[in-house]
């Protein structure tokens, strides 16, 4: 029996209440639909079987390189972090894993965290590693880069570090590492561009060599900071080669806000795409740089075209297409579980307007040169209100049409304000 954070009760009294003028809305854009000879009911289906996952880090509050400012209650280690994730899970019912990040999450025994999550209906998806900051007790330095690391002990370290997020993911069920790493330089003339690269692609090596048979290693390219001269895998051109050259385990992860301002993402993913390299994402918004806001709040269009690219891509795979899809956001002045709820209704909801994307039409005019009517075509399907469409699908999964109304009522904030013990003052980056 899953145990639910919130009152099922609550869930059932509130969605009954709104049920009627859910039934009324879906119903007017099934007929709509219908006159273009597509199913609602289809659309609600893959809607229904869509997850992201959430980020452990994301459960609390974030800061910027200035301040961070704590949310009473919010959740102060693993344990509670998936208290909250559950919650986001159970009224939103689109994030049915977590991906944790070590040594942040880092707990005794990973069996019983595994079935602590279980039991609140939630999964592991990737495990992330962390080499871009030093560790208590830790005895190389990261402050000159961890993979690319000029110093081979550092190196060693590292690696090794990766190769026990491996045991541990494996513990936990996941089946994929994510590896990110800050090393670049700040001064030109720091290091050398072409020997710091291949020191990166030699320490990877020794990770993909522990990677277990079904496991999948991304690379996560980032286009500065903390580096602000050079990454060492700062775009995805660095990527692919790298992945290329670890072998067909190794994937691509694009992060959206890792890019420079207005770059054609949804193209770069069609690339990495065709190079069989796409290995998954991780959903943000950013308006100037790496700003990790809510997914869609600045450029939902921009969501839209990377998920008409992968209805696109799915559609043209010969096998299986399943890239990882995962929240990276950072949560300065909202709650973190009403910003992902919201986060993961938007990231479905790019992902069911891809879905009503005429594709034959579209195939059509594009073979024709029929710039507008292509054109025209996608923005029909963009400018399609799928409200009902995720609120039915949120609603027969057992979530909360109106799931911010039921969160505030639920008051669960409130409770664990009283119950967790207050996170201090500080700053940083999560
Ligand atoms: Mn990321």
């Given at each position: 029996?899953?145990?639910?954070?919130?009152?099922?009760?609550?869930?059932?009294?509130?969605?009954?209440?709104?049920?009627?003028?859910?039934?009324?809305?879906?119903?007017?854009?099934?007929?709509?639909?219908?006159?273009?000879?597509?199913?609602?009911?289809?659309?609600?289906?893959?809607?229904?079987?869509?997850?992201?996952?959430?980020?452990?880090?994301?459960?609390?509050?974030?800061?910027?390189?200035?301040?961070?400012?704590?949310?009473?209650?919010?959740?102060?280690?693993?344990?509670?972090?998936?208290?909250?994730?559950?919650?986001?899970?159970?009224?939103?019912?689109?994030?049915?894993?977590?991906?944790?990040?070590?040594?942040?999450?880092?707990?005794?025994?990973?069996?019983?965290?595994?079935?602590?999550?279980?039991?609140?209906?939630?999964?592991?998806?990737?495990?992330?590693?962390?080499?871009?900051?030093?560790?208590?007790?830790?005895?190389?330095?990261?402050?000159?880069?961890?993979?690319?690391?000029?110093?081979?002990?550092?190196?060693?370290?590292?690696?090794?570090?990766?190769?026990?997020?491996?045991?541990?993911?494996?513990?936990?069920?996941?089946?994929?590492?994510?590896?990110?790493?800050?090393?670049?330089?700040?001064?030109?003339?720091?290091?050398?561009?072409?020997?710091?690269?291949?020191?990166?692609?030699?320490?990877?090596?020794?990770?993909?060599?522990?990677?277990?048979?079904?496991?999948?290693?991304?690379l996560e390219h980032?286009?500065?900071?903390?580096?602000?001269?050079?990454?060492?895998i700062?775009d995805w051109g660095s990527s692919l080669m790298a992945a290329?050259?670890?072998?067909?385990?190794?994937?691509c992860l694009v992060?959206?806000?890792?890019?420079?301002?207005?770059?054609?993402?949804?193209?770069?993913?069609?690339?990495l795409?065709?190079?069989?390299k796409?290995?998954?994402?991780?959903?943000?918004?950013?308006?100037?740089?790496?700003?990790?806001?809510?997914?869609?709040?600045?450029?939902?269009?921009?969501?839209?075209?990377?998920?008409?690219?992968?209805?696109?891509?799915?559609?043209?795979?010969?096998?299986?297409?399943?890239?990882?899809?995962?929240?990276?956001?950072?949560?300065?002045?909202?709650?973190?579980?009403?910003?992902?709820?919201?986060?993961?209704?938007?990231?479905?909801?790019?992902?069911?307007?891809?879905?009503?994307?005429?594709?034959?039409?579209?195939?059509?005019?594009?073979?024709?040169?029929?710039?507008?009517?292509?054109?025209?075509?996608?923005?029909?399907?963009?400018?399609?209100?799928?409200?009902?469409?995720?609120?039915?699908?949120?609603?027969?999964?057992?979530?909360?049409?109106?799931?911010?109304?039921?969160?505030?009522?639920?008051?669960?904030?409130?409770?664990?304000?009283?119950?967790?013990?207050?996170?201090?003052?500080?700053?940083?980056?999560?």
């Amino acid at each position: 029996m899953t145990q639910f954070p919130i009152s099922t009760d609550l869930v059932a009294e509130h969605n009954n209440g709104d049920r009627p003028a859910l039934d009324e809305d879906y119903a007017a854009l099934s007929a709509r639909l219908a006159r273009k000879g597509m199913n609602i009911d289809s659309i609600k289906d893959q809607v229904k079987d869509f997850g992201v996952a959430v980020p452990s880090w994301g459960a609390g509050r974030g800061g910027t390189r200035f301040a961070k400012f704590p949310l009473a209650g919010e959740p102060t280690n693993i344990h509670e972090k998936l208290e909250d994730c559950a919650v986001i899970h159970q009224l939103g019912q689109a994030t049915p894993r977590v991906s944790p990040h070590f040594p942040w999450d880092c707990v005794d025994d990973y069996g019983a965290l595994r079935e602590e999550a279980a039991d609140l209906g939630l999964g592991f998806d990737a495990v992330n590693s962390n080499t871009f900051q030093d560790q208590v007790g830790q005895a190389q330095t990261y402050a000159t880069g961890s993979l690319a690391s000029t110093v081979p002990a550092t190196r060693e370290q590292a690696v090794a570090h990766n190769i026990d997020c491996i045991e541990i993911g494996r513990k936990l069920g996941s089946e994929s590492l994510t590896v990110w790493v800050g090393d670049g330089t700040n001064f030109p003339g720091q290091q050398d561009l072409g020997s710091s690269f291949d020191r990166y692609v030699e320490a990877a090596s020794q990770i993909y060599a522990a990677l277990p048979d079904d496991w999948t290693m991304m690379l996560e390219h980032k286009m500065f900071e903390p580096a602000f001269y050079s990454s060492i895998i700062s775009d995805w051109g660095s990527s692919l080669m790298a992945a290329q050259e670890l072998g067909e385990k190794a994937k691509c992860l694009v992060d959206l806000g890792h890019h420079a301002p207005n770059v054609n993402i949804e193209q770069i993913v069609a690339r990495l795409n065709r190079a069989g390299k796409l290995g998954g994402f991780h959903f943000n918004d950013s308006k100037y740089g790496d700003d990790d806001l809510d997914s869609g709040s600045i450029n939902p269009h921009q969501l839209f075209l990377v998920f008409n690219e992968l209805v696109e891509a799915a559609n043209k795979s010969d096998g299986p297409f399943n890239p990882s899809y995962m929240i990276d956001q950072s949560h300065n002045v909202t709650d973190p579980i009403e910003s992902m709820i919201s986060s993961s209704e938007t990231i479905a909801g790019c992902y069911a307007k891809a879905l009503l994307v005429d594709r034959d039409a579209l195939h059509a005019a594009q073979h024709d040169n029929d710039v507008m009517l292509a054109f025209r075509t996608l923005r029909a399907a963009y400018s399609t209100d799928v409200a009902p469409i995720l609120a039915m699908a949120r609603a027969e999964n057992g979530g909360a049409i109106d799931w911010l109304g039921v969160y505030r009522k639920s008051q669960y904030r409130e409770r664990k304000a009283q119950e967790r013990k207050a996170v201090g003052l500080g700053a940083g980056i999560v």
